[in-house]
């Protein structure tokens, strides 16, 4: 079909409703005109009811009320034999090393539960459970060795 044929065809359809009315246009302009007069109301009145509010709390606070009640720093005294405690220097290689682990024991305990839930072979489980515990035992060798270090 040529685009002449297409163009006659669609001159000689009879003239199709549109789906919305002007009428339906104008209920729409009106709702959206309504529902912007609440909003505009509705942002003025909060903001004058926070003035208000803020304007009680000034009004009704009595002079002098709000105070600092601190000892000076002349009288406090430095506990005997105690230094202050410097920040923490966190070696981060540490901590990388054990959620490593602790990353890869929770992707194996994941393997392990769909395995149980699609009820797979225990002989099928049995390798992965035993990756779990060898991990384990490494993420507790780790977390031992860090505590040594700490010491």
Do not use: C
């Amino acid at each position: 079909m040529s685009v002449q044929e297409e163009l006659r065809g669609l001159a000689a359809r009879q003239e199709q409703q549109a789906p919305w009315s002007y009428e339906h246009f104008e209920q729409r302009r009106s709702r959206s005109a309504v529902h912007r007069r609440v909003a505009v109301w509705s942002a003025a009145l909060s903001v004058a009811a926070l003035a208000l509010v803020s304007g009680v709390a000034l009004l009704t606070q009595p002079d002098g009320a709000a105070y600092v009640a601190t000892t000076p720093l002349r009288s406090v005294q430095p506990v005997a034999g105690k230094e202050p405690q410097l920040p923490a220097l966190v070696d981060m290689a540490r901590f990388d090393v054990t959620s490593t682990l602790e990353d890869h024991i929770a992707m194996l305990d994941a393997e392990l539960s769909a395995g149980r839930v699609r009820q797979v072979p225990e002989a099928q489980l049995r390798p992965i459970e035993s990756a779990r515990e060898q991990l384990s035992a490494s993420l507790q060798r780790v977390s031992y060795a860090h505590a040594l270090l700490n010491l």
